[in-house]
């Protein structure tokens, strides 16, 4: 089913230090998975591939920026097996940085659709993604008509002028639909955007998305973006302050007529010098099951990559169907050069 780049090559190397007397192509059934996901679904998605193969999961946990940190400074010596990480513009990062070895598997080819995946080439493929988030607008419902707000290019025109927030500009998920938006309109229309994003914040932009999502709530600001797992989050609490903030504010799928939602993915691939290159890549067919897929969606309130298959999850029921940008997340990581000299021209903080 796969094929795993100079898998007998390594596995000779590792073998003939360690283990000259097993039999080359066996592999310790063991992954060492540097994940940037923790959540409680996960623990069953892992449990259930140890089962399925016998194949034990050693898990680091670490926000993105501090795998990426710990893989640049172990270098060729690093354990690990597979990385997942969130955001294009993290995983093309990764990518640039040399951390992916790229593998060739009919079924991940299948089953996860062109444009969530990175570029193949010869060589194959470096990674994937696993999840769908999208990036949608939160508006509050005193201050702000939704019709004023229904496209990525509204937020940036004179009629949302003090009225809009986001997080910081250089922050992955802004790059990454910078980067969208290049993709979709060009350069020039898209340094026009972020100039009008600019010229219309509410404040300078701070914090996560979630503080974007109070800030709207509170009045503070008129209109902001947010990835759709953290509103979805917001919905399914029974917290008091987070019924109130849900109860002020109001949400689009922006662009339901001009090019889709803006769409990004959590995912992942094996690492270059995996100890275990053939487990790890099980490990991501795996993921790109149906049972897998469910779980690793729901984790963390997200949509599988696979069409096929469907979350039984009350927030995103609530959210609704929605159509989504085609763009490739690939194209996205590209521009990500791009997008980070138009915000430095803007002065998108
Ligand atoms: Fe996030």
Redesign the pocket.
């Known amino acids: 089913m796969l094929r795993v780049k100079s898998v007998s090559l390594q596995i000779a190397v590792i073998l003939g230090l360690q283990a000259p007397l097993m039999a080359v192509g066996a592999e310790e059934k063991v992954i060492n998975l540097y994940s940037a996901r923790h959540y409680q679904t996960d623990e069953a998605l892992y449990a259930n591939f140890t089962k399925a193969t016998g194949i034990k999961v050693n898990r680091i946990e670490a926000d993105d920026n501090a795998l990426i940190e710990r893989l640049n400074s172990e270098g060729s010596k690093s354990p690990a097996d597979v990385i997942l990480l ?1 955001d294009a513009a993290r995983l093309w990062r990764a990518q640039v940085n040399g951390f992916f070895m790229p593998i060739k598997s009919k079924y991940l080819d299948d089953r996860i659709p062109a444009n969530l995946r990175a570029k193949s080439d010869a060589e194959g493929t470096t990674w994937f993604g696993f999840s769908t988030r999208a990036r949608i607008v939160v508006y509050n419902k005193n201050t702000v008509k939704p019709d004023d707000v229904n496209t990525y290019e509204k937020l940036a025109e004179p009629i949302n002028k003090g009225k809009v927030c986001t997080r910081s500009g250089s922050h992955p ?1 802004m790059l990454s639909l910078l980067g969208a938006l290049i993709e979709r309109n060009g350069e020039k229309a898209a340094e026009s955007w972020a100039k009008g994003m600019v010229a219309n914040m509410a404040r300078s932009p701070k914090g996560g ?1 979630t503080d974007q999502i109070k800030a709207v709530a509170s009045g503070e600001c008129g209109v902001a973006l947010t ?1 759709s ?2 509103l979805a989050r917001l919905m399914r609490s029974t917290k008091p302050e987070d019924v109130a903030v849900i109860s002020k504010i109001g949400f689009v799928w922006p662009n339901q007529k001009s090019g889709g939602v803006h769409i990004n993915i959590a995912g992942g691939g094996v690492a270059k010098n995996a100890p275990h290159p053939k487990a790890a890549a099980q490990f991501l067919e795996y993921l790109a099951s149906d049972s897998a897929q469910t779980y690793f969606a729901d984790g963390n309130n997200e949509w599988p990559v696979v069409a096929s298959v469907r979350v039984d999850n009350p927030a995103l029921k609530e959210l609704g169907p929605y159509i989504a940008e085609k763009v490739s997340v690939a194209s996205i990581g590209l521009n990500q050069i791009a997008a980070q000299k138009i915000l430095d021209r803007v002065g998108y903080k």
């Open positions: 969130v998920y998305d990835n797992y953290y």
